[in-house]
């Protein structure tokens, strides 16, 4: 947080921060978003690509500030009205030179009225399972038959919980709070798990003017970009002209201590510029204002369930051409899944780091080569289990003959299936019964005649 303070800083001593703030102001009243008669078509690509420029000029402020991202504030469940949260965290207490204001719940400026209160857990779940995308509508609300107009709603709720009546978060420049961008990063994140609820791409947007977004206004872009190219968090395309962002466009959320680096839409993403490093860090504070840092990578074709395990997935993996070198940093450690492929003449490498801007210097701890896809892996959870296990993983040949027995201790089989597969991912679900004592078994998986085996535990 100490870094990151001190970019926002440099940010507003260099007169950038105003002049952003300045930019979303003077588009306010725009298809950015919906208002009086604009139907909002653009919010969420416009301030999708309004947080990379973002972030983009808080990792030039200076060397310790290039592995910054920004945080995204998760109102679903963080909704505290502390004064700790009003005078402390990003506030004018520790910046200078800032002239935002705020009116939470309980202060003399707090906003009045229906509405004023943060959307939960159901309100978004709800949200995430409408479609479409949008309809042309000037009306927003909680009973919007659209996602992006019901998540604008509840983008608004938020301003207002927190700009009040007189704050600068319920004004047209509340890029001038740096909480807006933290905000905005959290509606990003819920266009992202949206968006990735299907293996094509949904968000879809009128055809006038070849989907342009108006443009900033700032040096560095002051023209149109198109919304078009904004649908994947992953791959947002460079628009034009300005080459200083073609590498920082490539956006995945971390969400409780670890982050998926994937594919999607039934393709990978792909590494395939030769001429300079792609580095991937990630690191999470152990505790709340910590110095000890954790977090994990994820690398393949992957997903979350709805327990946080890492499974296999099926919508893209990631890929590393031949002549590229990635480089994977994280605070806790590093996983190659399947859907991971470095090409053969690919340079690989994965290392613990101690701080959150370190390198991992002699502590690689793994670098590889591969001249084909990753041969067969599988992960097998939860172990230990009270029924039902899963067996998820990844198979190298087009037509695969996969075996699968348990055994008990005393080498008699009480469980075996046999069926050939094509290639790819995989996932296997496997009922021990009720009847099974519990205990430890032994799982034996024979893939293309090549025998795998681990212990599984069953518990009452």
């Not at 009116?103 to 229906?114: M, V």
């Not at 000037?138 to 604008?152: A, G, N, Q, R």
């Not at 590393?320 to 899944?337: C, L, M, P, Q």
Request: hydrophobic residues 35%; charged residues 15%.
């Amino acid at each position: 947080m100490i870094d990151y303070r001190a970019a926002l800083q440099s940010l507003r001593n260099a007169g950038t921060w105003n002049t952003l703030a300045t930019a979303h102001g003077n588009h306010f009243t725009s298809q950015i978003h919906t208002t009086g008669s604009f139907t909002g078509e653009q919010f969420l690509p416009w301030h999708r690509f309004f947080l990379i420029e973002v972030e983009w000029y808080q990792r030039n402020t200076s060397s310790n500030a290039i592995y910054l991202s920004i945080p995204y504030w998760d109102w679903r469940t963080d909704n505290t009205t502390s004064a700790n949260w009003h005078t402390s965290f990003l506030s004018t207490s520790n910046l200078t030179g800032f002239t935002f204001t705020r009116c939470l719940p309980g202060s003399s400026c707090a906003a009045s009225g229906p509405n004023p209160y943060l959307a939960n857990t159901t309100d978004i779940l709800n949200t995430l399972n409408l479609t479409p995308f949008w309809n042309n509508t000037t009306s927003k609300s909680t009973t919007s038959p659209d996602f992006s107009h019901k998540l604008e709603h509840y983008h608004d709720r938020v301003h207002v919980w927190v700009g009040g009546n007189t704050g600068t978060m319920n004004t047209g420049t509340s890029p001038n709070d740096p909480i807006f961008y933290l905000h905005h990063n959290m509606i990003d994140y819920l266009w992202q798990i949206w968006e990735d609820n299907t293996t094509a791409l949904q968000s879809s947007f009128p055809v006038t003017g070849a989907n342009a977004m108006v443009h900033y206004g700032t040096p560095e872009y002051p023209f149109n970009v198109l919304a078009n190219n904004m649908k994947d968090s992953r791959s947002v395309t460079n628009p034009a002209n300005n080459t200083s962002f073609s590498r920082a466009n490539d956006v995945w959320f971390a969400f409780n201590k670890k982050v998926i680096l994937d594919g999607a839409n039934g393709s990978d993403f792909v590494c395939s510029d030769v001429t300079s490093p792609y580095t991937y860090r990630y690191t999470a504070a152990t505790t709340t204002g910590g110095s000890t840092v954790e977090g994990s990578i994820f690398v393949g074709d992957l997903q979350r369930d709805a327990s946080d395990n890492v499974i296999s997935d099926t919508k893209g993996g990631f890929r590393v051409e031949s002549g590229v070198t990635a480089n994977f940093k994280a605070g806790k450690d590093i996983t190659y899944r399947p859907g991971f492929w470095a090409k053969s003449g690919s340079n690989v490498s994965a290392g613990i780091i101690s701080t959150a801007n370190g390198d991992i210097n002699s502590e690689v701890v793994e670098s590889r080569e591969d001249s084909q896809p990753p041969k067969f892996n599988c992960v097998v959870y939860p172990n230990p289990t009270s029924s039902i296990f899963n067996i998820d993983g990844f198979l190298p040949k087009i037509d695969n003959v996969l075996a699968i027995n348990i055994f008990d201790l005393r080498g008699t089989q009480i469980y075996t299936c046999k069926e050939i597969l094509p290639f790819g991912a995989f996932s296997k679900n496997i009922e021990l019964g009720n009847d099974l004592k519990s205990g430890v078994y032994i799982l034996q998986i024979i893939e293309n005649g090549n025998v795998y085996s681990q212990k599984i535990v069953k518990i009452e």
